[in-house]
């Protein structure tokens, strides 16, 4: 019983000390916070779903069918409000389809603006060998995108 005790007051004492509960900092009352249906025109493939956490994350998503060549992970980045505008930077790693080895590290950079449940801004791209070297970009793109919403 006194171990059961002990253990129930380091939960209680975990969950009432700021490290351990959801901060209410800005960021988690920012319109940005959410899933989005975003088309990126001139990426391969043109759809992407993106995930906004309020701990300042965020999750990319699309099908690599777009380059015939080459298969990416999914991006993981991060986001900042920064006035009326979410600036953040997402990267992807991309493997070559033939000989499932390295090649390439993209590092998506982003501002977009949140009007309502639709969003729109300009992207900039670019790829990087194993040893770091800048191997393509900066490539411009638009996005535009819509909330998901229950």
Not at 32 to 45: D, N, Q, R, S, T
Not at 47 to 68: C, E, I, R
Not at 74 to 101: L, S
Request: aromatic share 8%; with cysteine.
């Amino acid at each position: 019983m006194r171990t059961f005790l002990t253990a129930l007051g380091a939960v209680v004492l975990c969950f009432g000390a700021t490290g351990c509960h959801r901060s209410t900092n800005a960021a988690a009352a920012s319109p940005i916070v959410g899933v989005w249906l975003v088309k990126v025109p001139e990426a391969p493939f043109g759809y992407h779903m993106f995930t906004f956490h309020s701990d300042g994350t965020v999750l990319q998503s699309n099908p690599d069918a777009g380059d015939a060549n080459s298969s990416d992970s999914n991006g993981m980045g991060v986001w900042t409000a920064d006035g009326d505008q979410i600036k953040g930077k997402f990267v992807e790693v991309t493997a070559d389809r033939t000989t499932h080895q390295f090649a390439s590290r993209g590092e998506i950079s982003f501002v977009i603006k949140v009007t309502g449940n639709t969003l729109s801004g300009a992207a900039s791209a670019n790829f990087y060998d194993a040893s770091g070297q800048r191997i393509r970009g900066p490539l411009a793109a638009t996005m535009t995108g819509e909330r998901i919403m229950p």
